[in-house]
């Protein structure tokens, strides 16, 4: 992209622009970006502001959540916040090749850190009397570490450090070293229970332990890797080739026609439930395009148009949901037999009462899920 500069109409400038894709949720035409790029000036010079501090960033901004009432908060943006999203730490990037910084915060009196066995995370008892994430003092955390392979800078709260241990093994830290601390919980469970934001912050630990624990290995030699970055990167130690965390996107998508929609359920589902087709995203294709061959493999659909409307990180293990409303052509369709064994269409009022529970021989994912809430947000645009 090229534009004319503001203070000097001789000079043009060269760079690239990347649309804010939280404003295509408010936007009724979904492949159209051309109104984005028109609408853009570079900004004008003193208008880009920092970064207001964490704790009144969290007073400020409350975003819109897939659980009414329930504010989850992380960055001043107007977007729709689902469950795993908003984590409010402040990640301080910038200081994570600094090992010496690090270990320093890890044992200061003010770090926290948030145990995770096996995938799941540490809870308690909060302050509003339900579940909330527990945290162990960085010194005990250390302790169980015993070296850095283990340990993950998460960021900071309000200039405090954050951070996170792996711990495996069969048996239950909650019973032995950690005894009285806490349980651990599947995060999958207790998400929508959690206190706004620690939610994220769960769900950044557990992807980023599961990214972890599948690349210990380098995938250029085969050699053994070490951590460096506070566990964002790791390092072959013979090629010494650097890896990153690992995020597959994923479309999934909410296809109707007229006053109805399609969902689908595969054999391997709880008997009744029918949710949001999905897919992962493949080289060299746009998310539009992988909405369109998703839902024509799968259910035999064409589509017409692709609407944005959210996206969810799902750390089962390192996945990023994108949320889509796909206008197709008719409301015919079959199931593929191979991803789905069954698709079904629903009016708007079936699909409030499949919410609901009330539905009798079907049901839907709660609202934990991406698909609960694109359901949702087709039956408010009835």
């Keep these: 992209m090229r534009w004319r500069s503001d203070s000097d109409p001789n000079v043009t400038r060269y760079g690239c622009f990347l649309p804010d894709l939280t404003g295509l949720a408010r936007r009724p035409p979904a492949a159209d970006l051309r109104p984005l790029y028109r ?20 007073t400020r901004a409350g975003m819109t959540t897939g659980r009414e009432g329930r504010k989850r908060s992380a ?26 910084w690090l270990a320093g915060q890890l044992a200061s009196g003010a770090s926290r850190v948030l145990a995770v066995w096996n995938g799941k995370v540490l809870t308690g008892k909060g302050d509003h009397g339900g579940p909330a994430l527990a945290w162990l003092p960085g010194r005990l955390a250390e302790d169980l570490a015993a070296g850095t392979e283990r340990l993950l800078f998460l960021g900071l709260d309000a200039g405090e450090p954050v951070f996170a241990i792996d711990l495996e093994g069969p048996a239950d830290p909650a019973e032995g070293p950690l005894e009285g601390l806490g349980r651990f919980s599947d995060l999958r469970g207790a ?38 970055d506070g566990g964002w990167k790791r390092v072959c130690e013979a090629c010494k080739a650097e890896h990153f965390p690992r995020t597959d996107p994923v479309v999934i998508m909410l296809p109707h026609h007229g006053d109805r929609c399609m969902l689908g359920r595969q054999k391997i589902w709880a008997k009744g439930m ?21 839902l024509a493999e799968e259910a035999g659909l064409r589509t017409r148009k692709v609407r944005y409307h959210s996206s969810q990180p799902w750390p089962f293990p390192t996945n990023l949901m994108i949320g889509l409303l796909a206008e197709v052509e008719d409301d015919e369709g079959a199931p593929d037999q191979t991803e789905l064994e069954a698709v079904r269409w629903f009016t708007r009022a079936q699909a409030q009462a499949l919410l609901d529970g009330e539905l009798g021989d079907a049901f839907a994912p709660g609202e934990v899920a991406i698909a609960h809430q694109l359901i949702k947000a087709w039956i408010a645009e009835g």
């Design 274 to 294: 029918y949710s949001a087709l999905a897919g992962f995203l493949e080289p060299g294709e746009a998310i539009e395009e992988a909405c369109a061959r998703e």
């Design 39 to 58: 609408c853009w000036r570079p900004p004008a010079q003193g208008e880009a502001a920092g970064r207001p501090r964490l704790r009144a960033q969290m």
């Design 75 to 100: 960055m001043a943006l107007d977007m729709f916040s689902n469950v795993f999203a908003g984590n409010p730490l402040d990640r301080a990037s910038e200081r994570r090749p600094d090992a010496a």
């Design 191 to 228: 998400a929508v229970d959690l206190p706004p934001g620690e939610a994220g912050i769960a769900a950044t630990a557990k992807a980023m332990f599961e990214w972890r624990r599948r690349h210990r290995r380098c995938a250029v030699c085969g050699e053994p890797s070490h951590p460096a």
